[in-house]
């Protein structure tokens, strides 16, 4: 009878033991996902919980003729867009130089060729002049001679008009539209990074050189502030192929002022940054983004005090992007190496960014352009393929149309 009760116990003994061994795991297992749970709202809301916004969408659009990465894309004073030059696919370790353009027609949705350009062009600047024609400016030729030629597209013609000659050959530069129709071009690389200013009047007839900025730069940005002055940032000190060499990056600023032709050095970012994007805001500032390393912070600069203020990180590094100021008051950040398919949207008044739509395909040293339907157009570039392992210059387009 004794060891009856005995084995009883024992057995009373073990399932009591398994009962409160399961209800402590459940508790922990319970205490665990309440801490995922907690540390996943706290990310969404430190990235900008994209559950509760319409973000937009990407779809699919005319494709191009030629593939190309390194080129120039505007949009045109009738709102159709014109691609340009750049590195084209080739079997090569060296893929061919490009001199061809062609013109997407918003009426009838299709790309169609123009004539060539008279030089083969990559890394290039563009600007839409005050006419709404197309002006490229520079770049480098097939043989790495970097360009002082310029070239004007007449859309309705399809034909390339020559345009005034720059003073220095240069790639890797910057330039912009003044608000009178001047063209002013900056930096970029010669032999070494340079600091010379070229100037065009709005008649075009030539260049002439301005004030040379305090320090040398290329792939960095110009833009034109809301007072008209022009605000050049970042870049890199030294010529070179190596997207690696961040510790080449500058964080210096500085700003030209058409009435004096003289640039003054502003407050330096918080950053070093090249191959990075600059926005200006409805408001005055100007956002920058990424850059070389690739990075994930972004700033804005106040030209009414001269501050740089860091603002919410980008959720990966990016550099060889592009970004836009959205007609809802949003920026979109839209690829960059390597290869990235999601982009990226930033909402302003709260400083936060919120992970949006991604790409069909992936892709970096493309092109966009924001068009007069508020759309952006997404073109080429090196780009994913089908083949996860693999990266080819595209033809590809997609358009982006932003949520409410």
């Not at 030089?119 to 770049?139: F, P, Q, Y």
């Not at 040398?216 to 070179?240: E, I, M, P, Y």
Request: net charge negative.
């Amino acid at each position: 009878m004794k060891t009856i009760l005995k084995i009883l116990f024992l057995g009373l003994l073990i399932i009591s033991t398994v009962f409160c061994s399961n209800e402590s795991q459940e508790t922990d297992t319970d205490t665990v996902d309440q801490s995922e749970s907690m540390a996943g709202d706290s990310q969404s809301q430190a990235n900008g919980d994209a559950s509760d916004r319409d973000l937009g969408s990407f779809s699919d659009g005319a494709n191009m003729t030629d593939a190309r990465m390194d080129f120039v894309s505007l949009v045109l004073g009738n709102g159709d867009v014109v691609a340009t030059g750049g590195r084209g696919r080739g079997m090569t370790q060296r893929p061919p130089r490009l001199a061809t353009a062609e013109v997407f027609e918003v009426a009838t949705g299709e790309w169609k060729s123009v004539n060539e350009m008279s030089s083969k062009r990559e890394i290039h600047c563009g600007v839409t002049l005050a006419d709404g024609r197309a002006m490229i400016i520079g770049g480098a030729d097939e043989r790495r001679v970097n360009l002082k030629t310029t070239e004007i597209l007449d859309s309705s013609s399809g034909e390339w008009i020559k345009g005034p000659k720059m003073k220095k050959g240069r790639y890797k530069h910057s330039c912009a539209t003044l608000n009178d129709g001047t063209v002013i071009v900056a930096g970029g690389a010669d032999i070494g990074v340079v600091a010379t200013v070229e100037i065009s009047g709005p008649s075009l007839d030539e260049f002439a050189l301005t004030g040379e900025m305090n320090e040398s730069r290329a792939l960095f940005t110009l833009t034109v502030l809301s007072d008209g002055k022009v605000l050049a940032a970042g870049g890199s000190s030294k010529n070179t192929q190596d997207m690696d060499s961040a510790e080449l990056n500058r964080t210096s600023a500085e700003i030209w002022d058409q009435a004096t032709g003289e640039w003054t050095l502003v407050s330096p970012m918080n950053t070093a940054r090249a191959s990075h994007t600059a926005s200006l805001l409805e408001d005055g500032r100007v956002l920058v983004v990424g850059g070389m390393g690739p990075l994930a912070s972004a700033e804005i600069y106040d030209p009414s005090d001269d501050t740089w203020t860091l603002t919410g990180d980008l959720s990966m590094g990016r550099q060889l992007h592009t970004a836009h100021l959205l007609d809802n008051g949003t920026l979109i950040v839209i690829g960059g190496s390597n290869t990235l398919a999601e982009a990226e949207v930033y909402d302003i008044e709260s400083g936060q960014w919120s992970i949006g739509p991604s790409l069909t395909f992936g892709r970096h040293q493309h092109t966009s352009v924001k068009m007069d339907d508020g759309n952006v157009m997404v073109i080429g570039g090196q780009a994913e393929t089908e083949d996860a392992d693999r990266r080819e210059m595209s033809n590809l387009i997609e358009i982006y149309s932003p949520g409410e």
